[in-house]
């Protein structure tokens, strides 16, 4: 295209559009007008997304590359054999057993709280169709999912599902400004509600303005009305911040996520809620302090601490500076008779 004043005028037009189509798109929330658009979207990117997922992964290439090879089967043999030498590297890969690691422990937090999930990847980061924190899996509508399902992972509340498409779906991650849930205080059962700020800890009011919280206390999901968006007991974190108490209704605490946003792999997308509330037995046990050694040091007398008493020695040595006693009678004659007069001493005269 030349460039002339009339391009000039498309292109100044067409960026006032889309700065136009974005700020009704952050206003309208979920009720968007382009919320169609999206979905749209979801199911046209959404296999082009899993598709580079899988033009990434070793194994997919070698898989596909064995579909894909037709009539030749000696390329057919070369590589199953290439595919199956991969796979016992992979096998012994740091990052292969840390992604079993990561998946046996959001077993474990989905059995705690009796939660029926759906596994999935994270194959995308970021949504297309936005600027939202949002991460992009490879479940869909297929699979069962539907929106406004709980996200999480072995750690705890990841986000809840937006958009839908038949073989993806958009989730809003937790940390996100536009992302708020119920929150309920371990033990003390105090109220809040919680807010996304990016990457800084999450900011959580709390209903009662004189509830009593310190640094360390852990809050978990609440629920909402027919386990929609959120199941209850899911674990959210752990507040690092309280503001004082001014005397207002409520109170602002800031939690950091148990859930780190930007490692997210391995994921489970809520699609059955429990029976009963969980409350606090998703949470994992509380770490106990190590406690400090104390030494206690005890004095044992010597075989000689005798010898001190009185500046004087039981060995039998006598002090050579020692002056002997006048009035000591070392040989006391057997046949004296005390003299009453004398205070005790010996008559030593006849």
């Given at each position: 295209?030349r460039?002339?004043?009339?391009?000039?005028l498309?292109?100044?037009?067409?960026?006032?559009?889309?700065?136009?189509?974005?700020?009704?798109?952050?206003?309208?929330g979920?009720?968007?007008?382009?919320?169609?658009?999206r979905?749209?979207?979801?199911?046209?990117?959404?296999?082009?997304?899993n598709?580079?997922?899988?033009?990434?992964?070793?194994?997919?290439?070698?898989?596909?590359?064995?579909?894909?090879?037709?009539?030749?089967?000696?390329?057919?043999?070369?590589?199953?054999?290439?595919?199956?030498?991969?796979?016992?590297?992979?096998?012994?890969?740091?990052?292969?057993?840390?992604?079993?690691?990561?998946?046996?422990?959001?077993?474990?937090?989905?059995?705690?709280?009796?939660?029926?999930?759906?596994?999935?990847?994270?194959?995308?980061?970021?949504?297309?169709?936005?600027?939202?924190?949002?991460v992009?899996i490879?479940?869909?509508?297929?699979?069962?999912?539907?929106?406004?399902?709980?996200?999480?992972?072995?750690?705890?509340?990841?986000?809840?599902?937006?958009?839908?498409?038949?073989?993806?779906?958009?989730?809003?991650?937790?940390?996100?400004?536009?992302?708020?849930?119920?929150?309920?205080m371990?033990?003390?059962?105090?109220?809040?509600?919680?807010t996304?700020?990016?990457?800084?800890?999450?900011?959580?009011q709390?209903?009662?303005?004189?509830?009593k919280?310190?640094?360390?206390?852990?809050?978990?999901?609440?629920?909402?009305?027919?386990?929609?968006?959120?199941?209850?007991?899911?674990?959210?974190?752990?507040v690092?911040?309280?503001?004082?108490?001014?005397?207002?209704?409520?109170?602002?605490?800031?939690?950091?996520?148990?859930?780190g946003?930007?490692?997210?792999?391995?994921?489970?997308?809520?699609?059955?809620?429990?029976?009963?509330?969980?409350?606090?037995?998703?949470?994992?046990?509380?770490?106990?302090?190590?406690?400090?050694?104390?030494v206690?040091?005890?004095?044992?007398?010597s075989?000689?601490?005798?010898?001190?008493?009185?500046?004087?020695?039981?060995?039998?040595?006598?002090?050579?500076?020692?002056?002997?006693?006048?009035?000591?009678?070392?040989?006391?004659?057997p046949?004296?008779?005390?003299?009453?007069?004398?205070?005790g001493?010996?008559?030593?005269?006849?």
């Open positions: 295209m460039d002339t004043r009339e391009s000039r498309l292109l100044v037009l067409l960026i006032a559009i889309a700065f136009a189509l974005i700020t009704v798109d952050i206003r309208g979920e009720d968007s007008p382009v919320e169609g658009a979905h749209a979207a979801a199911t046209v990117l959404g296999p082009v997304e598709g580079v997922a899988s033009a990434v992964n070793p194994v997919g290439n070698a898989i596909g590359a064995v579909r894909d090879s037709g009539a030749r089967h000696n390329r057919i043999a070369v590589l199953q054999k290439e595919n199956t030498e991969l796979k016992q590297r992979l096998g012994s890969d740091d990052r292969n057993r840390s992604r079993v690691r990561e998946l046996d422990k959001m077993l474990a937090t989905a059995g705690a709280g009796q939660y029926g999930i759906k596994g999935a990847e994270v194959i995308a980061i970021g949504a297309a169709q936005g600027f939202s924190w949002t992009t490879n479940i869909g509508a297929n699979d069962g999912i539907t929106r406004d399902m709980t996200v999480l992972n072995g750690d705890g509340l990841v986000g809840r599902v937006t958009t839908v498409g038949p073989s993806t779906a958009t989730v809003l991650l937790a940390n996100d400004p536009d992302f708020t849930v119920g929150t309920r371990e033990s003390s059962d105090e109220l809040g509600f919680a996304g700020q990016g990457d800084r800890p999450l900011s959580v709390l209903l009662n303005g004189k509830a919280i310190k640094k360390g206390d852990r809050l978990v999901t609440f629920g909402s009305s027919k386990d929609r968006p959120f199941v209850p007991g899911v674990p959210v974190g752990e690092v911040q309280v503001d004082p108490s001014g005397g207002d209704l409520t109170r602002t605490v800031y939690v950091r996520p148990f859930v946003f930007t490692k997210l792999d391995l994921v489970g997308v809520v699609v059955e809620a429990p029976r009963q509330d969980p409350r606090d037995t998703v949470l994992p046990p509380k770490s106990q302090p190590t406690p400090t050694p104390t206690t040091v005890t004095v044992t007398p075989a000689n601490a005798d010898t001190e008493v009185n500046g004087e020695a039981d060995t039998g040595n006598p002090d050579p500076n020692a002056r002997p006693d006048a009035n000591a009678n070392a040989n006391p004659d046949n004296a008779n005390p003299d009453p007069n004398a205070n001493q010996a008559d030593d005269q006849e």
